[in-house]
């Protein structure tokens, strides 16, 4: 599969910034994912491009440039996965095309395939960043409670 841990760090960030009031620095970020700050800085560059954060230089940190309802899933995996990829799953280059399956199977596997990536994206699209922010405060809570 094409979907790498930068869409997971894309989404920590997003609910990390969401949540927090004042502008979060890479740094500061960085110390949330546990990662170095030049993965955050290369993912907020990502995050940026698409319209998603901006980044004030200095102490002015990132935030959010649209409400985090208005912010789903698949903007997020546009935004750091899908662009210029195309493709979620990639078949095997050079089937023998002399055997009658090596043939055919690139062709089947597109067709189910592609409705896989279809549904994916689909499921995507109706999760936003308040929702996970707020199952993620659910989460907080329960165990606060225990």
Same mark, same amino acid.
């Given at each position: 599969?094409? +979907?790498s841990?930068?869409?997971?760090? $894309?989404?920590h960030?997003?609910? /990390?910034?969401? *949540?927090?009031t004042?502008?979060?620095?890479?740094e500061?970020?960085a110390?949330?994912?546990?990662?170095?700050?030049? +993965?955050?800085?290369?993912?907020?560059? $990502?995050?940026?491009?698409?319209? /998603?954060i901006? *980044?004030r230089r200095g102490?002015?940190?990132a935030?959010?440039t649209?409400e985090?309802?208005d912010?789903?899933l698949?903007?997020?995996?546009q935004?750091?996965? $899908?662009v210029?990829?195309?493709?979620l799953?990639?078949?095997?280059?050079?089937?023998n095309?002399?055997?009658?399956?090596?043939?055919n199977?690139?062709?089947v596997?597109?067709?189910?395939?592609?409705?896989?990536q $279809?549904?994916?994206?689909?499921?995507?699209?109706?999760?936003?960043?308040?929702e996970i922010t707020?199952?993620?405060?659910q989460?907080?809570?329960?165990?606060?409670?225990?």
């Amino acid at each position: 599969m094409q +979907i790498s841990s930068r869409f997971t760090i $894309a989404v920590h960030m997003l609910a /990390l910034i969401q *949540v927090r009031t004042n502008h979060l620095t890479s740094e500061q970020i960085a110390d949330s994912v546990n990662t170095n700050p030049v +993965i955050i800085r290369q993912i907020s560059r $990502a995050l940026k491009k698409s319209g /998603l954060i901006d *980044v004030r230089r200095g102490t002015g940190g990132a935030y959010l440039t649209r409400e985090a309802g208005d912010i789903t899933l698949y903007d997020v995996y546009q935004a750091v996965e $899908a662009v210029g990829k195309g493709k979620l799953f990639h078949a095997h280059e050079n089937p023998n095309p002399n055997c009658w399956v090596g043939a055919n199977i690139n062709q089947v596997l597109d067709l189910i395939l592609s409705k896989a990536q $279809a549904a994916m994206e689909t499921i995507l699209k109706e999760i936003s960043i308040q929702e996970i922010t707020e199952l993620i405060a659910q989460k907080k809570n329960a165990s606060s409670e225990a």
